[in-house]
């Protein structure tokens, strides 16, 4: 048993605690419902006992009880609740509903209900019962009355008293009750003090429900208004807001009450953080209702920068009030580096840089909680200085505005321009606008690549850029020559050649064995018809040949022919 009570005093507060949250999530959800309506206040009572209501402004005198009113209460289960009495959409009127139950006697001629609040003269109502009806003819005792013709206002706090008539003393029922505020959605569209008026605690509650579209396309918010106060017209306009103000962006945009489409199309050029949608009905003091839909759009902050090409001058001003860091930065192989001493803390103030170079690679660096921004206001409008090598070796430098630049010589192991160059000489040359100076060179460069880094001096803020140059070159040509690429040449050529030769001698080779066929296919053929024998000459003459006559193997046998023949002839 003792550990049940431990348990439970353990557990007690946990329970109070989801008693209380429940109680209040009730509360909250009460005060957000609709109320209910009537046509016109009245007094009701059950049992079709017939009711009158008679005023006054003070309670009488009380008079001892009976004795029957000792034993059982005469008042149970009473209620308050406000109820609205409408006119029209926008007015309505706030009425006190009081419910009770209570126990009728022969002696019981009737009700009081008074309501008092500080500083207003208490107000009392009588509710009389008919004399035929009482307690003889009734067939209950217990008679539930009901009377809503109390008006209250927003926020009021009214002390209702109950008591019976004649009144005894001791035998009443008193309860303080707090009127719904601007707070209510139902009174924010029908009471006229919500919807002119800010409320008790100073916070503007919604005239009308704003809806929107963007159209990036044209710029524009088509805004559509509904739950406006029909006898009136309807501002619209877009702001920025700061602070407690909305500064306009354009004039008022004024919704006819006698338009039928209540939507109206508003400009933009910005879709800044701080830019709001804002309504109000046009009366005399309205309450204005704001939308802003855009406070992620902080990316659309970090335009609007501008150059003074005069004072050299970049600047910067935020239409939003943002906590941020500003910086100057050179953007050089994907990044951005930041100018030394450069950096502001800003919240509203403007930025401004004096004596900033026009430079493309010069940006600005906007950096909010640890996420950074970066925008180059220069970009492809300005042209900016630059280098040039010529062919007999000479490094132009121009420059499309005046000034003074330093321009130091480094040397470097690779062709990779380096991020700092280790000055070995340095010369200072002042440039004309659109006009080309050389450099002054040393008369004999190192035989590997070097570096020129150059930065203008007559502004605070410019960017500083590393050239980098190859010493091999001819002069009256505009590109170096390589050994490695006259080897490869010459090596091309020459297996040119040999593969050349290569083809030419079995082509010869294969022509030859074709003639020589030729001739054997023909011999074999003639041999077949029986022709005399043919006798392959020589291809190089003999001295006989060359005087006409036929050469013949000498032999004995031949010589004595030839004679024969001589003789013969």
């Given at each position: 048993?003792?550990?049940?009570v431990?348990?439970?005093?353990?557990?007690?507060?946990?329970?109070?605690?989801?008693?209380?949250?429940?109680?209040s999530?009730?509360g909250?959800?009460e005060?957000?419902k609709?109320l209910e309506r009537i046509e016109?206040?009245s007094t009701?009572c059950?049992?079709?006992?017939?009711?009158?209501?008679?005023?006054f402004?003070?309670?009488?005198?009380?008079q001892?009880?009976p004795?029957?009113f000792?034993?059982?209460?005469?008042f149970?289960?009473?209620s308050?609740?406000?109820?609205l009495r409408c006119?029209?959409?926008?007015k309505?009127?706030?009425?006190l509903r009081i419910q009770t139950r209570m126990r009728?006697k022969?002696?019981?001629?009737g009700?009081?209900?008074?309501?008092?609040?500080?500083?207003?003269?208490?107000?009392?109502?009588v509710?009389?019962?008919s004399q035929d009806?009482l307690?003889e003819?009734?067939p209950k005792?217990?008679?539930?009355?009901?009377n809503?013709?109390t008006?209250?206002?927003?926020?009021q706090?009214?002390?209702?008293?109950?008591?019976?008539?004649p009144?005894?003393?001791g035998?009443k029922w008193?309860?303080?009750?707090?009127?719904p505020?601007c707070?209510?959605?139902d009174?924010?569209?029908?009471?006229?003090?919500?919807?002119?008026?800010?409320?008790?605690?100073?916070?503007w509650?919604?005239a009308?429900?704003?809806l929107?579209k963007?159209n990036?396309?044209e710029?524009?918010?088509?805004?559509n208004v509904?739950?406006m106060?029909?006898d009136h017209n309807?501002?619209l306009?877009?702001?920025?807001a700061?602070?407690?103000?909305?500064?306009?962006t354009?004039p008022v945009t004024?919704?006819?009450?006698?338009?039928?489409i209540?939507?109206?199309?508003?400009?933009?050029?910005?879709?800044?953080?701080?830019?709001c949608i804002?309504?109000w009905s046009a009366v005399?003091?309205?309450?204005?209702v704001?939308?802003?839909?855009?406070?992620?759009n902080?990316?659309?902050?970090?335009?609007g920068?501008?150059?003074?090409?005069?004072?050299?001058s970049?600047?910067?001003q935020?239409l939003c009030?943002?906590?941020?860091q500003?910086?100057?930065?050179?953007q050089?192989?994907?990044?951005?580096?930041?100018?030394?001493n450069?950096t502001h803390?800003?919240?509203?103030?403007?930025?401004?840089?004096?004596?900033?170079?026009?430079?493309?690679?010069?940006?600005?660096k906007?950096?909010?909680?640890?996420?950074d921004?970066i925008?180059?206001?220069f970009?492809?409008r300005?042209t900016?200085w630059?280098?040039?090598?010529?062919?007999?070796g000479?490094?132009?430098l121009?420059?499309?505005a005046?000034?003074?630049?330093l321009?130091?010589l480094?040397?470097?192991?690779?062709?990779?321009?380096?991020?700092?160059?280790q000055?070995?000489?340095?010369?200072?040359?002042?440039?004309?606008?659109?006009?080309?100076?050389a450099?002054p060179l040393?008369?004999e460069?190192p035989?590997r690549?070097?570096?020129?880094q150059?930065?203008?001096q007559?502004?605070l803020?410019?960017?500083?850029l590393v050239h980098?140059?190859d010493?091999?070159?001819?002069?009256?040509?505009n590109?170096s020559?390589n050994p490695t690429?006259?080897?490869?040449?010459?090596?091309?050529?020459?297996?040119l050649?040999?593969?050349?030769?290569?083809?030419?001698?079995?082509?010869?080779?294969v022509?030859q064995?074709r003639i020589?066929?030729?001739?054997?296919d023909?011999?074999h053929y003639?041999k077949q018809?029986g022709c005399?024998?043919?006798?392959m000459?020589s291809s190089?003459?003999?001295?006989?040949?060359?005087?006409?006559?036929?050469?013949?193997?000498?032999?004995p046998?031949?010589?004595s022919?030839?004679k024969t023949n001589l003789?013969?002839?």
């Amino acid at each position: 048993m003792e550990e049940v009570v431990t348990c439970f005093l353990k557990c007690l507060p946990l329970v109070s605690l989801m008693i209380c949250c429940c109680i209040s999530l009730t509360g909250a959800a009460e005060d957000q419902k609709g109320l209910e309506r009537i046509e016109a206040c009245s007094t009701k009572c059950s049992q079709g006992l017939d009711c009158k209501k008679t005023n006054f402004l003070f309670p009488s005198l009380c008079q001892s009880p009976p004795e029957d009113f000792k034993t059982s209460p005469v008042f149970q289960n009473i209620s308050l609740s406000t109820v609205l009495r409408c006119e029209e959409r926008h007015k309505c009127s706030m009425h006190l509903r009081i419910q009770t139950r209570m126990r009728i006697k022969d002696f019981i001629h009737g009700v009081s209900i008074c309501t008092s609040s500080a500083g207003l003269i208490p107000n009392c109502k009588v509710i009389r019962f008919s004399q035929d009806r009482l307690t003889e003819t009734l067939p209950k005792p217990l008679v539930d009355i009901e009377n809503d013709c109390t008006m209250i206002s927003l926020r009021q706090e009214v002390q209702i008293t109950v008591e019976t008539v004649p009144s005894y003393c001791g035998i009443k029922w008193t309860q303080v009750y707090t009127a719904p505020g601007c707070s209510n959605e139902d009174l924010q569209r029908h009471i006229p003090d919500c919807i002119t008026h800010p409320t008790f605690a100073g916070v503007w509650i919604s005239a009308g429900k704003l809806l929107y579209k963007v159209n990036p396309e044209e710029k524009s918010i088509t805004v559509n208004v509904s739950e406006m106060r029909q006898d009136h017209n309807y501002n619209l306009r877009l702001c920025y807001a700061k602070r407690y103000i909305c500064m306009s962006t354009e004039p008022v945009t004024v919704i006819k009450k006698e338009d039928t489409i209540k939507s109206a199309t508003l400009s933009y050029s910005r879709l800044v953080p701080c830019l709001c949608i804002e309504g109000w009905s046009a009366v005399l003091d309205a309450r204005r209702v704001q939308v802003c839909p855009f406070k992620q759009n902080v990316e659309e902050l970090w335009a609007g920068i501008t150059f003074d090409p005069i004072e050299a001058s970049l600047l910067w001003q935020p239409l939003c009030p943002v906590t941020a860091q500003v910086t100057l930065c050179q953007q050089e192989h994907g990044e951005c580096i930041d100018l030394p001493n450069t950096t502001h803390n800003v919240t509203r103030q403007k930025v401004k840089f004096t004596g900033v170079e026009s430079h493309p690679q010069l940006c600005m660096k906007f950096s909010v909680n640890s996420e950074d921004w970066i925008r180059c206001p220069f970009g492809d409008r300005f042209t900016a200085w630059e280098l040039s090598r010529q062919p007999e070796g000479a490094v132009l430098l121009t420059s499309p505005a005046p000034g003074i630049f330093l321009v130091e010589l480094c040397e470097v192991e690779a062709a990779v321009p380096p991020k700092t160059c280790q000055s070995t000489e340095n010369y200072t040359i002042n440039v004309e606008k659109l006009k080309s100076v050389a450099v002054p060179l040393p008369s004999e460069l190192p035989h590997r690549t070097f570096c020129l880094q150059v930065r203008r001096q007559d502004v605070l803020y410019s960017a500083t850029l590393v050239h980098c140059f190859d010493p091999i070159l001819e002069t009256g040509s505009n590109t170096s020559v390589n050994p490695t690429c006259i080897i490869v040449i010459a090596g091309v050529l020459l297996a040119l050649v040999i593969l050349t030769t290569l083809m030419l001698h079995i082509w010869l080779t294969v022509h030859q064995r074709r003639i020589q066929k030729r001739k054997d296919d023909s011999c074999h053929y003639e041999k077949q018809k029986g022709c005399a024998p043919v006798f392959m000459v020589s291809s190089l003459p003999s001295k006989s040949a060359l005087l006409g006559t036929v050469f013949v193997p000498d032999s004995p046998q031949n010589r004595s022919n030839e004679k024969t023949n001589l003789l013969s002839h």
